[in-house]
């Protein structure tokens, strides 16, 4: 596998800078944002060596923000962020902003009095729906797992107590 | 540890409830996910005394039922726009850690909230629009926005910024805001990208507009769907998919004016 260094560490430096630019206007203090940086650089590493190395962008966005979601876990205490703060702030710049654009503008221009090649622009549309979809879904869940299980490990895998139907409603709403 | 309280009557569950939900509605309005809001809610009860806390987080209110010395209260409370502020988050963490710990009285609570929430300090206006501008120019870059095109979208970022926060303290519809943003950004970086020789002014304009990418509630909506409660998390999902339609419109007025896209 050829993995192109240049290419990683750019993506590194801007998804780092874009991270502690979302950590401003997040109001996270001056001395934290280097925190937002390391997370944001950490994330954007983790998707370029994944799709250099052939991933697709949800496989490669989910194992980006295992990563971090892991590492803001672990780290948490210390940093004296909050872990959801954080774990945004640093997987902002793989949120896919640009294709939701173009999967919406790709509809409008099917209802055009006169749609250009209609047909293309749909299945472009759909493709780029998905891959949103898909990529929030991916880092959303990546960044989930790691709470998640350490949450069960604190509980250590007890099983909640079983509840009483008639007294509290299945899902909280 | 919390000190044992003893209840005088209905006021005091009252003021528990209320008080409860004042933390839930400050973390709600900071950004907070439900998971964190239910918590720190539920502590802030527990510690003033309640013996059972049961709290609905709703997108635009919350309800919360709290219970002691075979007495219960139920309160309802509006929650108030939704945005991110984490060191007023962190704040309100802190305070509730404290109520815990029995450093505030039941009485004193209150005005510490709201002295909390009126002296968090917030960055300067014209450093979160350059940090804005700057972090729309590196997704320009992540986006494979040439070098050309790298200061427009700063440029243009940073004034959208301005301008939003104009909006906002206009107190201008949200949707219609992320319009117009998006509208005066998108078109004044591909403006900026094409005089200055660009070849990527398309996605100049998309990047110059990612400052209003809901990141917070788009990835809040899926935590919470995750931790049960589907009805909140599917609100957000619904503002998400509305905002980025808003945005999408505004970029597409965009590209109608310079004659770019279709």
Same mark, same amino acid.
């Given at each position: 596998?050829?993995?192109?260094?240049?290419?990683?560490?750019?993506?590194?430096?801007?998804?780092?800078? %874009? %991270?502690?630019?979302?950590?401003?206007?997040?109001?996270?203090s001056?001395?934290?944002?280097?925190?937002?940086?390391?997370?944001?650089?950490?994330?954007?590493?983790?998707?370029?060596?994944?799709?250099?190395?052939?991933?697709?962008?949800?496989?490669?966005?989910?194992?980006?923000?295992?990563?971090?979601?892991a590492?803001?876990?672990?780290?948490?205490?210390?940093?004296?962020?909050?872990?959801?703060?954080?774990?945004?702030?640093g997987?902002?710049?793989?949120?896919?902003?640009g294709? %939701?654009?173009?999967?919406?503008?790709?509809?409008?221009?099917?209802?055009?009095?006169?749609?250009?090649d209609?047909?293309k622009?749909?299945?472009?549309?759909?493709?780029?729906?998905?891959?949103?979809?898909?990529t929030?879904?991916?880092?959303?869940?990546?960044? %989930?797992?790691?709470?998640?299980?350490?949450?069960?490990?604190?509980?250590?895998?007890a099983?909640?107590?079983?509840?009483?139907?008639?007294?509290?409603?299945?899902?909280?709403? | 540890?919390?000190?044992?309280?003893?209840?005088?009557?209905?006021e005091?569950? #009252? =003021?528990?409830?209320?008080?409860?939900?004042?933390?839930?509605? *400050?973390?709600?309005?900071?950004?907070a996910?439900?998971?964190?809001?239910?918590?720190?809610?539920?502590?802030?009860?527990?510690?003033?005394?309640?013996?059972?806390? =049961?709290?609905?987080?709703?997108?635009?209110?919350?309800?919360?039922?709290?219970? /002691?010395?075979?007495?219960?209260? /139920?309160?309802m409370?509006?929650?108030?726009?939704i945005?991110?502020?984490?060191?007023?988050d962190?704040?309100?963490?802190?305070?509730?850690?404290?109520?815990?710990?029995?450093?505030?009285?039941?009485?004193?609570?209150?005005?510490?909230?709201?002295?909390?929430? #009126?002296?968090?300090?917030?960055?300067?206006?014209?450093?979160? =629009?350059?940090?804005?501008?700057?972090?729309?120019?590196?997704?320009?870059?992540?986006?494979?926005? =040439?070098?050309?095109?790298?200061?427009?979208?700063?440029?243009?970022?940073?004034i959208?910024?301005?301008?939003?926060?104009?909006?906002?303290?206009?107190?201008?519809?949200?949707?219609?805001?992320?319009?117009l943003?998006?509208?005066?950004?998108?078109?004044?970086s591909?403006?900026? &990208?094409?005089?200055?020789?660009?070849?990527?002014?398309?996605?100049?304009?998309?990047?110059?507009? *990612?400052? *209003?990418?809901?990141?917070?509630?788009?990835?809040?909506a899926?935590?919470?769907?995750?931790?049960?409660?589907?009805?909140?998390? &599917?609100?957000?999902?619904?503002?998400?998919?509305?905002?980025?339609?808003?945005?999408t419109?505004?970029?597409?007025l965009?590209?109608?004016?310079?004659?770019?896209?279709?």
């Amino acid at each position: 596998m050829y993995l192109e260094f240049a290419k990683v560490l750019h993506q590194t430096l801007f998804g780092s800078l %874009a %991270a502690m630019g979302f950590g401003v206007l997040f109001n996270i203090s001056r001395k934290n944002l280097l925190w937002c940086g390391i997370a944001g650089g950490l994330a954007l590493a983790v998707r370029t060596v994944g799709l250099e190395l052939g991933g697709s962008l949800e496989l490669a966005s989910f194992a980006a923000a295992l990563a971090v979601g892991a590492v803001v876990q672990m780290f948490q205490e210390r940093i004296g962020i909050s872990r959801n703060t954080l774990d945004v702030a640093g997987c902002i710049p793989m949120v896919p902003g640009g294709f %939701a654009a173009k999967a919406i503008l790709g509809l409008f221009a099917l209802t055009a009095p006169v749609p250009i090649d209609p047909d293309k622009t749909l299945i472009l549309s759909v493709e780029y729906f998905l891959r949103v979809t898909f990529t929030i879904g991916a880092i959303g869940t990546g960044l %989930a797992i790691p709470s998640l299980l350490l949450r069960s490990m604190r509980s250590g895998g007890a099983t909640p107590p079983a509840r009483n139907p008639l007294q509290e409603p299945p899902d909280r709403a | 540890m919390a000190q044992p309280k003893t209840l005088a009557g209905p006021e005091s569950l #009252d =003021d528990i409830a209320m008080t409860a939900m004042e933390f839930g509605k *400050l973390l709600m309005e900071c950004g907070a996910a439900s998971s964190i809001v239910d918590e720190y809610a539920e502590r802030v009860a527990t510690a003033l005394g309640a013996e059972s806390v =049961d709290l609905r987080i709703g997108y635009a209110s919350l309800a919360i039922t709290v219970r /002691a010395q075979g007495k219960g209260v /139920a309160r309802m409370r509006r929650v108030g726009p939704i945005g991110v502020n984490q060191r007023l988050d962190q704040a309100v963490r802190h305070l509730a850690r404290r109520v815990e710990a029995g450093d505030v009285r039941v009485a004193e609570v209150r005005g510490e909230l709201t002295r909390i929430v #009126d002296g968090t300090p917030r960055h300067p206006g014209w450093f979160i =629009d350059l940090a804005v501008g700057l972090a729309c120019a590196s997704f320009g870059r992540l986006l494979g926005v =040439d070098w050309l095109a790298f200061g427009s979208v700063f440029a243009a970022a940073t004034i959208g910024q301005s301008f939003r926060r104009m909006l906002i303290r206009r107190q201008v519809n949200v949707f219609i805001a992320a319009t117009l943003v998006a509208f005066l950004a998108s078109a004044l970086s591909g403006l900026g &990208s094409r005089l200055a020789g660009s070849t990527t002014v398309e996605s100049a304009m998309t990047a110059a507009v *990612l400052l *209003l990418v809901p990141g917070v509630p788009s990835l809040n909506a899926q935590y919470d769907i995750l931790n049960g409660r589907p009805t909140l998390g &599917s609100a957000r999902a619904v503002w998400v998919a509305v905002i980025l339609i808003f945005i999408t419109i505004g970029v597409w007025l965009g590209q109608m004016a310079l004659g770019e896209g279709r």
